[in-house]
């Protein structure tokens, strides 16, 4: 028991480092460069668990099996956190998920024999896999291939993990389709498959061409957006901002229950719709005379057009990510 607390502290150490590696500093530019650290060390994290469970068959004892169980349940994880980055919510928490189910990984091989805690990690990598496949199918962010790559490679991984339990549970881990399909050479390369699939999608969307931004069309009312979003970002950070935006539109709703979300704002069916969206966001978040002089009129931004035609939400949002 005392041994494996002590497995368990190493694999807490080592969650713990990755954390603190891949965690952003304050003032970090922008989503995309978190997203590609994010998404780097996942890379990093899964050819690791690769190495940890070639020294565990070349007879290097249970530590390297326990540190490659949390590393193989991690890498999905911190793919979460990179595609929850870049969609614009923050880091830590979702951080802090995917070292909790590492965790359980660790813990789980720590002390539980080798059939049950190799259901438990497949298990762990099909509930993360899962996630990163909603997370990817409801983003905004163009170009749209290469996040049909990560859906399809997190996808088919999910089902291969829980195809693995269910063959091995059925049929048993010691079964011809068993060491055929999901043994640990199989497992690898498909794994590896995986990792270079999703490398290539994260490389397309850090490289590839940009959606030219389409209009927004305002069939009512005016557009108001936070303007000076290159100048004001460096002042307040880009935290600051895309929290100015979420605050504008709460307000907005509050004036004009109808209210449509534009990027980088709102469009709001309200008479004198700056003055009016200033005072209320004064009165109600908080904000200063500077962050209430970034409320501009969207048409001005060329990002907004005030002509019939309004485009659907979906497109609006990815509009505003691009």
Known sequence: MELSFGMLGVSVAVAG???????????????????????AVSGVTAVGSSAMYFIYGAGGGIVPLV????????????????????????????????????????????LLPQPPSLAIKA????????????????????????????????GLYALYSLARVVVGVVLGWDSGLYRTAFSFAP????????????????VQLR?????????????????????????????????????LVVELRDAARQLDPMAVDVPRGVEIAVPDAIS???????A????????????VDGAATAAISTHPGRLGRRSNRRSERT
């Open 17 to 39: 480092a990755v954390l603190f590696v891949a965690l952003p500093r304050i003032g970090t530019p922008g989503a995309m460069t978190l997203f590609v650290r994010y998404a």
């Open 67 to 110: 540190l490659g169980d949390a590393a193989m349940v991690l890498a999905p994880a911190l793919l979460l956190v990179a595609l929850k980055v870049l969609d614009g919510e923050r880091a830590p928490r979702w951080s802090i998920a995917g070292i909790a189910l590492a965790l359980v990984a660790a813990l789980s091989t720590s």
């Open 123 to 154: 298990l762990l990598l099909a509930v993360a896999c899962t996630a990163c496949v909603v997370e990817a199918m409801r983003s905004g962010v163009e170009p749209w291939h290469p996040m049909r790559l990560i859906i399809v490679a997190n």
């Open 187 to 202: 497992a690898t390369v498909v794994g590896i498959l995986v990792v270079l699939t999703i490398g290539v999608a994260v």
């Open 207 to 243: 490289l590839g061409p940009r959606r030219v931004v389409v209009p927004v069309a305002c069939p009512s009312g005016k557009a108001v957006v936070v303007g000076d979003w290159a100048l004001a970002s460096t002042a307040f950070g880009q935290e600051r901002m895309r929290a």
């Open 276 to 282: 009016a969206l200033g005072q209320r966001l004064s």
């Open 284 to 295: 109600t978040h908080g904000w200063t005379a500077d962050e209430v002089t970034l409320l």
